[in-house]
Each structure stands twice: as structure tokens, then as C-alpha cells.
């Protein structure tokens, strides 16, 4: 059995326009909706449009609900019936088709800038700087448990009363752990009076410390630069949150800047 040409050309046209309402955005069955409110006159039920569409209302209405805050349909009231019709397509596909070509503006322009990431030697991406980001108490921890991992000597900023106050027992648990590998802290640290008990610990546990008056340096967090990584890290009890930067450049600026104060500043105050 042949289908009249006449309803063969307007398949053709549909499925066209189906394919176009598909590229400015409309997703799944949005397009069958739309088609069939147009074709649809006047204000409709949403079971109205379902039974034109050959869908579910629920589904419909769903669809319906999001093509309003598309810009494409409208809803109203009607007897206390809420009830959708279609605005003006040529203006609202107009808007559709002006906003699409903005994205693909934008993709066009995000991709050239990043075609030269995308064209780099292995080489060129290992010198990119690798950033790990961590949040809350047992993020913080896994930067203390890459320090360890490192094994290499630390320095570090930081007030010391300010770790255990966020990390309580585990503080000792690392320092400990430190201890057994042989790792040495460089540390620079605020000097506050009942710090003198502090002091006798240190060379028990691989700690030289520079402390410098409190006032001078009040730290919230602390900044420890092992090997080629700088951890940086916010001791906020409520929203500890905290950073590894993977980079034997950045690791070389932050040790340098370490060394300028730790020698610097080493003549004027306490050394322990």
C-alpha cells in the first residue's frame, strides 16, 4: 500500500524540522510536543496535546512544563484549567537559533585556545603544574599521609596549636609515624609563651623551628613543601580544606621564599 505524495512530502518536511528542533536543544520527545501543540489551535489541556502527540499526559505535561521556561510555549489558565499554546515560532525559533550560534561561538573559541594543550609533547605536559584538591578532616589527613610518603626532609608555616586543634590525636599519630622514617621538619611557627614546652620536643621529634612573635605572624593554616609538591591547607575547624600543587618550579619558589626567612629573620628570634 502507497502512501499519497502529498503525505509523503509532509513526512519528509516533519522529520526535517523534528531533526532541526533536535539541534537548537530540544531533547527526547520535546520536539513531538512542540510540533503537535503548533498544530494544535488555541489554548489546549495538556491531555489535549498528549492525545495529538500519541504520549502520556503526565509525560506531556512534564515536557510542556519544561518548553515554558524554554521560551517556546505558554501556559494559562482557562476555567481553572491550566492549558498551553505555542508562541510565535518564527520569532521564539529565531531566539532558539541566535542562541545556539552563540554556543557554538563560544565551543569554537574554547577550542582553539585549547588546541595548543591538545597539541603539546609529553613533555610539555609533565611541566604542567598537577593541583589535587581536598576537603574536610580526612582530606587534610591524606595531605599529612603524602608528606610521609615522600619521605624527604619538610619545610614548613604554621602554628602547630592550630593542627592539633583541627586534627586532635592524629597529630601525634603522624608525628610519630614521621619519626620512624626519619623525616626532619624545618618549621617556621608563631611563638606564643606556653610554646617553651614545645621547644623541648623538638629535637625528639626532627623538628628545627624559627619562631617568630605571634603578632607578627597569626596563620590560620599552614603551607609544607616536600620534594617537588607544596601543600597548602586552611585549618578552619568547620571547613578544613586544602591543596597539593605538583611542581618543581612552584615547590622551588616556595622553598626559596622559606630559606629567605628562615635565614633572614634566624639571628633575630628563637631557634630551637
Not at 45 to 65: C, D
Not at 242 to 266: D, Q, R
Amino acid at each position: 500500500m502507497f502512501l499519497p505524495i502529498h503525505n509523503i512530502i509532509y513526512y519528509i518536511l516533519f522529520m526535517k524540522i523534528d531533526q532541526v528542533l533536535l539541534a537548537l536543544g530540544l531533547v527526547d520527545r520535546e520536539p513531538d510536543v512542540y510540533l503537535a501543540l503548533l498544530r494544535t489551535p488555541g489554548a489546549q489541556p495538556a491531555s489535549v496535546i498528549a492525545t495529538r502527540a500519541n504520549l502520556n499526559r503526565t509525560t506531556v505535561y512534564k515536557i510542556l512544563v519544561k518548553l515554558v521556561k524554554k521560551g517556546l510555549v505558554t501556559k494559562t489558565q482557562r476555567h481553572g484549567i491550566t492549558c498551553f499554546f505555542a508562541e510565535d515560532p518564527e520569532n521564539r525559533l529565531k531566539f532558539l537559533i541566535e542562541d545556539r550560534q552563540k554556543q557554538l561561538t563560544d565551543m569554537n573559541q574554547a577550542m582553539l585556545e585549547a588546541l595548543p594543550l591538545l597539541t603539546m609533547t609529553d613533555e610539555e605536559h609533565d611541566s604542567l603544574p598537577k593541583i589535587r584538591y581536598y576537603e574536610g578532616i580526612d582530606g587534610i589527613k591524606q595531605i599529612y599521609e603524602a608528606v610521609l610518603k615522600e619521605g624527604k626532609d619538610q619545610y614548613r608555616y604554621g602554628d602547630i596549636t592550630k593542627i592539633y586543634e583541627a586534627l586532635g590525636i592524629y597529630t601525634d599519630e603522624y608525628i610519630k609515624k614521621r619519626n620512624e622514617l626519619g623525616i626532619t621538619t624545618y618549621a617556621i611557627m608563631p611563638f606564643y609563651e606556653t610554646e617553651r614546652a614545645q621547644i623541648k620536643k623538638n629535637i625528639k621529634e626532627h623538628r628545627s623551628v624559627l619562631y617568630i612573635p605571634k603578632k607578627l605572624f597569626p596563620i590560620e593554616g599552614e603551607v609544607r613543601i616536600f620534594g617537588n609538591k607544596v601543600g597548602i591547607i586552611s585549618l578552619r575547624k568547620d571547613s578544613p580544606i586544602g591543596v597539593i600543587i605538583e611542581s618543581e618550579t612552584i615547590a622551588k619558589m616556595f622553598l626559596s621564599i622559606f630559606m629567605l626567612t628562615w635565614k633572614g629573620y634566624g639571628e633575630k628570634v628563637i631557634r630551637s
